[in-house]
Each structure stands twice: as C-alpha cells, then as structure tokens.
C-alpha cells in the first residue's frame, strides 16, 4: 500500500505565497515522476507541474514565473512553492507520484487533494 499525504494548503491574500508539500509512504521501491495538478469545479483536473526522478521541471504557463516545483528524494516528498498568487490560483490542489512498490509494477498514485484559497 502506498499513500500520499499532502500538507501546507490554506489561505492566502493576493500577492502572498504558500508552500505545498506531499509525502509518499508505504512500500516503496522507487519513485519515478512526481506532479502536482488542480481541479476547479466543474473543470478538469489539470496539470500545475511536475518533476521527474532526475529533476526535470514541467510547468503549466499560467504558473511559470510564479510556481517552483522540487522533491526531496531521500523523505519520497514533493514540494510546491507556490508565490504571486492569484485569486484564480483558488482550487484544490492534488499530488500524484508514479510508485514502484516492493510487489507490483509501478502505478500513479493521487493525494486527497488540499484546498488553496486567495483572497483578493
């Protein structure tokens, strides 16, 4: 069993920041890409960014600039650092990680999802 617990969601005025993180746990072998994604109501889930087992970056255009993506190999974490934020950076915001456990192949795994409000 793997689980992804994130943190550090909140709220926040326009302008401020706020840092994300997401833990992986359990039985885990490696892990390979990490990411972030956000879902608005009514929309689809949608990519925020993302970073590779090497340290690749993958940024939506709406956050460039503005949110930096990173992840602590030895603690299986995930980070989010997220600044200038936006009235409509205002969604829920949920990890994922592709796991390789100790008795399966690898699999993406999701967060529960941590909810983000700016305030304007």
């Known amino acids: 069993q793997v689980q992804l617990v994130e943190s550090g969601g909140g709220l926040v005025q326009a302008g401020g920041s706020l840092r994300l993180s997401c833990a992986a746990s359990g039985s885990i072998f490696s892990i390979g890409t990490m990411g972030w994604y956000r879902q608005a109501p009514g929309k689809q889930r949608e990519l925020v960014a993302a970073?590779?087992?090497?340290?690749?970056?993958n940024y939506a255009d709406s956050v460039k600039g503005r949110f930096t993506i990173s992840r602590d190999n030895a603690k299986n974490t995930v980070y989010l650092q997220m600044n200038s934020l936006k009235p409509e950076d205002t969604v829920v915001y949920y990890c994922?990680?592709?796991?390789?456990?100790?008795?399966?192949?690898?699999?993406?795994?999701w967060g529960q999802g941590t909810q983000v409000t700016v305030s304007s």
């Open positions: 994922n990680a592709e796991v390789r456990t100790y008795y399966s192949g690898s699999r993406l795994y």
């Open positions: 970073i590779t087992s090497a340290g690749s970056t």
